[in-house]
């Protein structure tokens, strides 16, 4: 019996083909069609080869997400629907009732909102330190921690944290070290390298890098991947496909953008320091930024972003 004219509009196409396309393709999806009640019993096994719905996976997905975790030289990545998801999910992934985290006081302002707002609501206490009071953030940690959480450079005073340092201090409470590594890129630092356990980006910024888009990105070891799991099928901040392939092509120019991001960055900071109307410039190329010698030490280029003090409001204005 031939399909009626309704029955072809509803169904989609099935096209096969041999060879590869160059560029990744969109799998604009919700849903995937399984073959057979075997293949869904295989994809209930763990067989990564089948797939079932977007929240949970989606190739498109997949490869940019083995493309982050490469180059943050991490296990595992998800992608999530902006920067906030991201922080948001990988943190409480790793919380519950009674536990405390502890964090800088220089953050990300919706980040700030959420350790100091959100997270006491349910009953997880937060503690904050300055970033100029990391040498002994050993002495802040209880056995009830579970979290330290940083940015290095911070957003957008350019504090740094010595990372490895707060690495180490984290493991030897039983704790793990989150960092928000936005402002860095993974082209001028690599936290996991230093020790970092979860790290976090919003791709809306660099690793986008066309204004065009927002998202956001964990990368993780191995061993969190069933905790970072349960919190994205569970909170639901997945990335649209459509997205995912904006990102994975942005990433294309990622190192020419920052290493060309850095150098200009660098030469602008440079000549604001010697402007006589601006007080202070804070970039962590400069020689004289308070952490100068942690950044040089634990990153491959300073990045693109600084900020500057002017004497008074008025002349900001
Ligand atoms: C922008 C930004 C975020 C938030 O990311 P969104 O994609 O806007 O949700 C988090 N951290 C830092 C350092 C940022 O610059």
């Not at 929240?55 to 083995?66: D, S």
């Not at 959420?114 to 040498?135: D, S, Y």
């Not at 402007?275 to 004289?288: D, E, F, M, S, T």
């Amino acid at each position: 019996m031939k399909p009626k004219i309704e029955t072809i509009s509803a169904h989609t196409k099935k096209v096969e083909f041999k060879n590869e396309p160059v560029a990744l393709p969109i799998y604009q999806t919700s849903t995937f069609r399984y073959q057979s009640v075997e293949d869904l019993e295989k994809y209930l096994e763990g067989d990564e080869t089948q797939y079932q719905y977007t929240r949970y996976e989606n190739p498109t997905l997949r490869a940019v997400q083995e493309k982050i975790a490469e180059l943050e030289k991490g296990d595992r990545c998800y992608v999530f629907s902006s920067g906030m998801a991201a922080i948001t999910s990988s943190i409480l992934a790793f919380l519950q009732q009674g536990d405390e985290l502890l964090a800088s006081n220089s953050l990300y302002g919706r980040t700030q909102l959420f350790i100091e707002n959100w997270l006491p609501r349910f009953g997880v206490k937060t503690r904050q330190i300055p970033v100029a009071e990391f040498p002994n953030v050993d002495r802040y940690f209880t056995p009830k921690t579970k979290i330290l959480y940083i940015e290095s450079p911070t957003n957008p005073t350019c504090q740094i944290i010595d990372i490895q340092g707060a690495a180490e201090c984290a493991h030897r409470h039983n704790a793990l070290l989150l960092i928000d590594n936005t402002f860095a890129s993974p082209v001028n630092q690599n936290p996991i390298e230093l020790g970092a356990d979860v790290v976090l980006h919003s791709l809306t910024k660099y690793i986008g890098g066309h204004t065009d888009l927002i998202a956001g990105a964990s990368i993780f070891a191995e061993r969190n991947e069933t905790p970072m799991r349960e919190a994205i099928r569970t909170f639901g901040g997945t990335l649209d496909p459509l997205a995912a392939f904006l990102i994975e092509r942005g990433i294309k120019t990622l190192p020419i953008r920052v290493h060309r991001q850095n150098s200009t960055a660098q030469w602008l900071a440079q000549r604001c320091s010697e402007h006589p109307k601006i007080k202070r410039v804070n970039y962590p190329g400069l020689a004289n930024h308070p952490q100068h010698s942690i950044a040089a030490r634990q990153m491959r280029g300073f990045g693109g972003m600084f900020s500057f003090d002017l004497a008074d409001y008025d002349q900001a204005r």
